[in-house]
């Protein structure tokens, strides 16, 4: 279920199990890091329609041109970022696996994508594909790189913070295992002329790289007082309805999984205006599944969608959506 949060709509989840999924354009510039998300003052977004569900995003802008004349400018849209680590919470090893079309006016516009590998602030891309390895901190591609590093590399990036030496001997024989901890982050972009006052149409659909887990912290007691699902309940502003459909699930034998999206709100507020027309769906799949996510005025649409409409608005957090789904397991 869903509790009301002020000023504030968030998204998807996932899975991005790790991480990524979907943001909204932003006017950008190219610097010597590469893309830099600017203001502008001459174009304004007078409606978003964001579709979100764990099969698909689908988003349609309504751009408008203030001023007398013609905006020439990159627009990007960056991707949720993919995160190293230990817990294996994205089931993609590069977003560039998920198909993204986007389509201006009704026609069909080719984005370039722009990829880094950062830890903290700090870009390391250079320094990573200077090594053999690539960007992505998942995946047997990179897996298997990390294995041909000689050791003065290794120890290199495990003093750097960008890698985890897990490895253990077992019966004598040493076993590698190295976790990259680097960041990998992704934008499509292209560039946009805005012709002066006119409307442009601006489209993206895409796949989503989901997130989740077998398992959740959700329907069980809280012993002590200290409520197991305590940090996701507040990430995805679970109310006591959502809890209880938790634990009638495992009441009836029902075996729980998360699925997780995210999406980028935040960049919407760089255009000239607040969102004139703001519209989200999130769609939860089934109707017996359970969805969560922070949002105002969350209306329930259909037996599986759920709506928030604002009007003009700027978007202070980012989506992150959580999906509960019961199975039953059988002996």
Not at 107 to 127: C, I, L, P, Y
């Amino acid at each position: 279920m869903i509790r009301p949060k002020p000023g504030i709509a968030a998204l998807l989840a996932a899975f991005l199990l790790a991480a990524p999924v979907g943001a909204n354009d932003s006017v950008a510039s190219m610097g010597a890091g590469g893309l830099v998300f600017q203001r502008t003052d001459g174009i304004a977004m007078r409606s978003e329609d964001l579709y979100v569900s764990a099969r698909e995003i689908r988003v349609r802008y309504r751009f408008y041109n203030r001023t007398d004349r013609d905006i020439g400018t990159l627009v990007a849209f960056p991707m949720p970022d993919l995160r190293g680590g230990i817990e294996s919470d994205v089931a993609i090893e590069d977003p560039l696996q998920m198909p993204f079309t986007t389509t201006v006016n009704g026609r069909r516009v080719a984005t370039n994508v722009e990829q880094k590998a950062v830890f903290g602030d700090v870009d390391h891309s250079d320094m990573i594909r200077g090594l053999g390895l690539p960007l992505s901190p998942r995946g047997e591609a990179t897996m298997r790189a990390l294995a041909t590093l000689p050791r003065p590399q290794i120890d290199m990036l495990v003093e750097m913070g960008l890698l985890e030496d897990r490895s253990w001997t077992d019966a004598g024989v040493r076993r590698l295992e190295l976790v990259p901890l680097w960041t990998l982050r992704t934008t499509h972009y292209w560039t946009q002329v805005f012709p002066a006052g006119r409307e442009l149409d601006v489209r993206h659909r895409y796949a989503p790289a989901v997130g989740g887990s077998v398992g959740s912290r959700f329907g069980y007691p809280a012993p002590d007082g200290v409520d197991p699902a305590g940090e996701d309940a507040a990430r995805y502003c679970a109310d006591d309805a959502f809890r209880a459909g938790a634990r009638r699930m495992r009441t009836r034998g029902l075996s729980l999984s998360e699925t997780w999206v995210d999406y980028i709100l935040t960049t919407g507020a760089n255009w000239a205006e607040p969102i004139g027309d703001f519209r989200l769906v999130v769609d939860k799949g089934r109707s017996r599944n359970l969805v969560s996510f922070c949002g105002e005025g969350v209306r329930r649409i259909s037996s599986t969608q759920f709506e928030i409409r604002r009007r003009n608005f700027t978007p202070t957090r980012d989506l992150s959506v959580l999906i509960l789904t019961g199975e039953r397991i059988d002996d």
